[in-house]
DNA sequence: AAGTCGGGGAC
DNA sequence: GTCCCAGACTT
């Protein structure tokens, strides 16, 4: 890119933000950024947690049910860490849940229930990393910020038509970024570069034709943007199999546990079961013993295996410790996967 | 540098 | 079915 073109992106990208720019439940609008106006930095930092490797689509209702519960970094701190995972449940990548709980006890206890401003304090509260931080600083407070995310990487390999992997061209991505941020309106750019990312500069189908830095695009000009960037050599996942034991109560309660604190669905509400390996037919983990039957098979696919779970029920009389009843009107509070198994296990009680 | 950590929407 | 999303954290 030369020296023109460095401003012209940035130019560009914030007149076509002006016009085009998305209204989302965490935002304010171009026109009220431009008059000085500013976000709730809690709603920013919500939204940048619930937004990490979430699309917008699945964020946008939790994102209004959540700040409807808990509207600001106090009422989150003092909430217990058991609610608050059960309202992010099936949401995924549970520690987010955990992290941002430690995060609202940090912010209110040591910074005076105030998000700090600068990108270096932030990516020292628990859930902000290089991105995070950076998004922050610039949508809640304006600051210039290098932010890079998915849909930067993408823009910036097909500004500069970079041929290599992403993860081996992280450095020189990062660079160019750089080289374009302008020095006013952090905010609205870094929006700017989101919105021209999740409806311009698609990963599939990019619509160059509406782009308003297609000038200055190297991709479009050799014709390579659909094939930028390069997809590195997909890995297939491993299946593994397991047993999932659902003991039912009065009125369609089931047999609940909360799993460890870390790891996978680490502190969330769970159901007991057999580990989950690729060999599978362990018929151990049953929670005491009994005339197990057969309720069906769940699928799940997590980030590096898929599961094959067979689904056993039987009727249980009282909840031996560490179990505890979960009503049915509780089963929001269940990862996905769980969820699955006692509607499978309540089906084939009749209970459904 | 490589693994861990979920789920759903779009195709 | 595949792709991939406003990534962070651990080892």
Redesign the pocket.
Known sequence: MTRSDKTAFSTSLLEWYDRHA?Q?P??ISPAASRAGVRPDPYRVWL???M?????????TPRFAAFVQRWDGFPALAEAPLEEVLGEW????????AR?LHA?AKVVTRLHDGQLPASESAL?D???????????IAA?AFDRRAV?V??????IMVRQAAIERPI?EA?AAIYALAAEVVPDRRGGDY??AL??L??TICR???PDCLLCPVRSSCRAHALGLEAQL?V?PP????PTRRGIIYVGIGPRGCVLSETRPA?????G?RGLPGSAWTEEGGDEEGAPFEADWQCAGRI????????LELDVKWAPTEGAPAPFFWTPIAEHGA??????KAAVAALSAAGEL
């Open positions: 998305r989302l965490w935002r939204s940048e947690i937004l990490q490797q979430t699309t917008v689509a699945t964020v449940a099936g949401l995924g990548y549970y520690s987010r992290n995060c990516k509260l628990p859930g902000i990393g290089p991105y995070t931080a950076a998004a949508i932010v995310d998915g849909n930067v990487e993408r993860k992280k870094a929006q989101m919105d990312g999740a990963p599939r189908r960037p997809k997909k890995k297939k996942r870390k790891g996978l669905f680490g969330m699928s799940h696919t997590l980030t590096h295996f898929h269940f990862p996905t996967l769980f969820r």
